[in-house]
Structure formats: structure tokens, C-alpha cells
């Protein structure tokens, strides 16, 4: 397994960013700023972007691993690569996901935990309805955890 910045062309991979979060143009509010790394284990496996939010919090803006090879731990890998990587650099890793059964339990089951929730965000900030297992997000959710 490897990790590797994806430095230029980040949007080679917007398929997987699309599947964390489904509207380009949010995706385009942080991927310059943020920094891109991409799991290989043999091939492509798993995406992230991260950002700086200042006060020492390091933000998990976009998280997705390729559909086929979801479930295997790449997920849980990326998120534990990235707290060794940025520890000492930051104090706080943090993610805003929505009230989705299908991210909620991953975050938690990777020792997050819910620190506070901005109501209608995924109301007042794209230009579709987002639902995610048959349930409309609203509000986003967001979880941190030491590093
Ligand atoms: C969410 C996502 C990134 C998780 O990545 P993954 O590689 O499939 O996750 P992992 O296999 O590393 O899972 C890690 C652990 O979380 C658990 N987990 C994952 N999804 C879960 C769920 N919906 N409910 C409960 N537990 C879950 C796994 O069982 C695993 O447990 P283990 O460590 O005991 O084996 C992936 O499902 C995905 O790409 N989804 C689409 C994009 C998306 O929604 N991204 C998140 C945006 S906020």
C-alpha cells in the first residue's frame, strides 16, 4: 500500500471526489486550497483532500474509496495515515458529513466523535436536494478526533 500528493490535474480523479460530495462546484470551493492524497494498493483505492482551518485544525474535506473495494479498510488506513502524517502539525483532525448512515458509523467506527452540527447546510448551500439512503441530508455534522 501507498500513499502519494496528487499535486497536479487533482481533478483526474473527481469520479471519487463526486461520490463524497456530489456537487462540482462545492468540491471546487476547497480542492485548490487543500491538499490531495491517493491510496494505491496495486491500483487506485481511495482519494482525500485536506485543508488547514487554522487553530491547529485539519479538516477531512473529501474521503472516498473506489465503490468495488469498499469495506476492505482503505478508508480507516487514509484517516489513520493522515493523523500520523499531520501529527505534531496539527492538534485536531476534523470532518462535516451528513446525518447519513452510510458515513456516520465510519467516522465513529475510526474514533471520531460529534462535536457540533451547522443546521440546513446542505439546504442553504446546494443547488439540489442531496439524499443519501434514501434520507434528504440537511444539516451538516461535524466530528473531530485528537492527532
Ligand atoms: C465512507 C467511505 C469513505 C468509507 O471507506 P471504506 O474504505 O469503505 O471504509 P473502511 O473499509 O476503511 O471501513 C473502516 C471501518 O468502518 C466500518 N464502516 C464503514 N462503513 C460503515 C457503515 N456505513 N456503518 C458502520 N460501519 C462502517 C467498517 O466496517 C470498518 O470497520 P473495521 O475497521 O472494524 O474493519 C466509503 O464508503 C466511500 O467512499 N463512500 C462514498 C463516499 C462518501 O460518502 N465519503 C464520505 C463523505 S463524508
Redesign the pocket.
Known amino acids: 500500500m501507498q500513499i502519494k500528493a496528487v499535486t497536479e490535474n487533482k481533478k483526474q480523479h473527481l469520479d ?1 471526489l463526486l ?3 456530489e456537487q462540482e462546484s462545492m468540491i471546487d470551493r476547497y480542492l485548490e486550497r487543500g491538499t490531495m492524497y491517493a491510496l494505491y494498493d496495486g491500483g487506485l ?2 482519494v482525500c483532500v485536506v485543508t488547514d482551518e487554522g487553530g491547529g485544525v485539519l479538516e477531512v474535506k ?4 473506489t ?1 468495488q ?10 484517516l489513520a495515515w493522515l493523523a500520523d502524517f499531520y501529527h505534531g502539525a496539527y492538534q485536531i483532525m476534523q ?4 446525518d ?4 456516520l ?3 465513529q ?2 474514533g471520531f466523535q460529534i462535536t457540533h452540527i451547522v443546521k440546513d447546510f446542505f439546504v442553504n448551500n446546494y443547488d439540489h436536494p442531496i439524499y ?1 439512503a434514501g434520507k434528504q441530508l440537511r444539516d451538516m455534522i461535524y466530528l473531530q478526533k485528537e492527532i
Open positions: 471519487l461520490l463524497a460530495d483505492r481511495s473529501n474521503l472516498a474509496t465503490p473495494f469498499q469495506g476492505r479498510g482503505y478508508g480507516r488506513q487514509m470532518v462535516g458529513t451528513g447519513s448512515p452510510l458515513t458509523p465510519f467516522y467506527h475510526c443519501e
